[in-house]
């Protein structure tokens, strides 16, 4: 009840006299006021009516309930359910009376699209759980497609959509057909997956249907295709897998070819959504307890570093984070610290980013910096650098800013390793740069 006295207090003045539309200039027109919602005011897109008779706009009247109010805002009358009745007739009223005013300044309303219900979604997993026991392509195809339709219609309808259970039956789905044959039901296969994107988290029993050897094998089958969407659907899937889950880590790099197609999808970065995404599964495939030294070789191989190296020199943030995640991970392994040292733009671009892009980002840079420098095989020469590059007097300041203890901790550490180096230096000078990287600013 308080926010609709407070919404009339606001807008008081237009329940004691017509409202008006001055679309038109000099052209006032009083709105009836059955066509207004008591609640906004406004006049009604999609009037439903409410179990005590009063009608209302859709969307505020579920803003009105979503906010826990369990009574009438103009009776004050408890509601029995919560049904909202679309009203056909003063919808239509509405809309004749915006058609005979269109010269004035009304534009006619459109029809609206009756949202979906629990109901309607409980009944077409039943159904499509059915088909799919059956083996009946067709009609779990006519069903998905149906899905697709009602989350193209509206945000409301995704959220009826995945609170009702679609996520674990599209899961069993996708497991079951791909056990089939997956070249015969392609299509299928890569609709159910461009669902399952927007629906995670998914439950547990759902996440064990898309781990499943068969699903997984059917994921690197369509992540190795031409096909740019259902790479990117691929992706986005497998990133919110693994981060629920990383059991199915292992099971996933064990299938040939998986690394290749990763990537070559961060190389080409047709898109950033996926671009992220797939930064993200690399990092879960090298980083998780279960990542063998098989996998780890195969990414340095297809030139990781070097291509994380070249996503760091620009400056979007999150892309930045997740590439200097990778970075820090690939540097727990041996073979990984001598690659990355190897590489002349390591360091420079490790000590650029402390402090200027997050604290995530300043914490992945210190951290692997530490690795390089703690490293037996080249480390006095990792220490040299990083001091000729400023980083002694990033350190310092890193230990004066709001980053986290565990940060401080390893800057700490680094500090006394490179403080060992400073009198080796006949000139400290943290000037001393490349020539293609900006200066770095504390």
């Not at 009247?61 to 049904?83: M, R, S, Y």
């Not at 590439?323 to 390591?346: F, H, M, P, V």
Request: aromatic share 6%.
């Amino acid at each position: 009840m308080m926010i609709f006295i407070l919404e009339k207090a606001k807008r008081g003045h237009r329940t004691s006299k017509p409202a008006f539309v001055e679309d038109n200039p000099g052209m006032d027109l009083a709105i009836p006021t059955h066509f207004l919602c008591p609640i906004s005011l406004d006049l009604m897109k999609d009037p439903v009516t409410l179990s005590t008779g009063i009608t209302y706009d859709r969307e505020s009247i579920e803003k009105w309930i979503e906010a826990g109010n369990e009574i009438c805002p103009v009776t004050n009358q408890v509601l029995e359910n919560f049904d909202q009745i679309p009203n056909h007739a003063i919808r239509r009223m509405i809309q004749d009376w915006c058609v005979e005013n269109c010269a004035r300044g009304m534009e006619r309303i459109p029809t609206p699209r009756i949202p979906v219900a629990p109901r309607d979604v409980l009944e077409i997993c039943s159904k499509i759980m059915t088909a799919t026991q059956r083996g009946d392509h067709m009609k779990c195809m006519e069903l998905v497609e149906k899905i697709k339709r009602w989350g193209r219609e509206s945000e409301r309808n995704k959220k009826c959509i995945i609170e009702n259970g679609s996520g674990y039956v599209l899961s069993a789905l996708f497991e079951s057909f791909s056990s089939i044959s997956i070249q015969e039901h392609e299509y299928l296969l890569g609709e159910t997956l461009s669902l399952l994107i927007w629906m995670f988290p998914l439950g547990s029993e759902g996440q064990s249907k898309l781990g499943t050897a068969s699903s997984l094998r059917c994921m690197a089958w369509f992540l190795k295709e031409k096909n740019i969407s259902s790479c990117q659907n691929v992706v986005l899937v497998l990133k919110e897998l693994f981060s629920l889950d990383e059991k199915h880590v292992n099971a996933f790099a064990e299938i040939e070819g998986v690394e290749e197609a990763l990537v070559k999808i961060v190389k080409e970065q047709t898109c950033p959504k996926s671009t992220k995404a797939s930064l993200m599964v690399i990092f879960h495939l090298i980083s998780s307890s279960t990542s063998s030294e098989k996998t780890i070789s195969r990414f340095l191989e297809l030139g990781l570093v070097s291509l994380v190296l070249e996503i760091l020199v620009g400056p979007e943030r999150s892309m930045s984070e997740k590439a200097l995640r990778i970075l820090d991970s690939i540097c727990n392994w041996e073979q990984g610290i001598k690659k990355a040292s190897d590489n002349a733009l390591t360091m420079p671009v490790l000590v650029k980013k402390i402090l200027r892009v997050s604290n995530l980002a300043t914490d992945f840079s210190v951290s692997a910096i530490l690795k390089l420098c703690k490293s037996q095989e080249g480390g006095d020469h990792q220490q040299v650098e990083a001091l000729q590059l400023g980083g002694f007097h990033k350190l310092l300041v890193v230990l004066q800013v709001d980053c986290g203890e565990k940060t401080k901790e390893k800057a700490t550490e680094l500090l006394k390793l490179l403080n060992q180096q400073r009198g080796r230096l006949d000139c400290f000078d943290s000037s001393m740069d490349f020539k293609y990287l900006k200066r770095p600013s504390l």
